[in-house]
């Protein structure tokens, strides 16, 4: 009875001794490498959530690739609503700082994106709170990057960065026409 004691005293002792050391790991990577995010509403469709309803896509969030504020056009990215700063939205950049960008409904037909900025829109328009409703975004709200599809197993691929046709920096446009 007493070798039982022991024993259950040590596998207390080691599963709080593992419990201290597993929680601050784990958030650690969640906080500096990458988290799960669950993409609600139809703003990124088709690319995502392409089903709509109540099927939702989960994407996997890279933060160590968006540490130094790295992006480039055509990522999907995960940002801190300008409206909203206890809510994050996932868009596509479509505009990087010095970029001039054709407009879809904004105060200006045409905006230059300021140093420190990009200019984020959801693929599925007007049905997205975007760059065209509140301007270009700080790169200080950058959240993380989504490398990848993970969640319905259907639908699992790794996510390359591309522009909508018709969409991206003014020159870009005229240099490929």
Known sequence: MAQQATAGRCCLRAFVSG?????????TFLDRFAYVARVEGSSMQPFLNPEGGSKCDVVLLNRWSVRNYQVQRGDIVSVVSPRNPKQKIIKRVIGLEGDFIRTLGYKNRYVRVPDGHFWIEGDHHGHSLDSNSFGPVSVGLLHGRASHIIWPPNRWQRITPSLPANRGPLDTEEEED
């Not at 419990?19 to 958030?27: E, L, S």
């Open 19 to 27: 419990f201290f050391v597993a929680v601050p790991v784990t958030v």
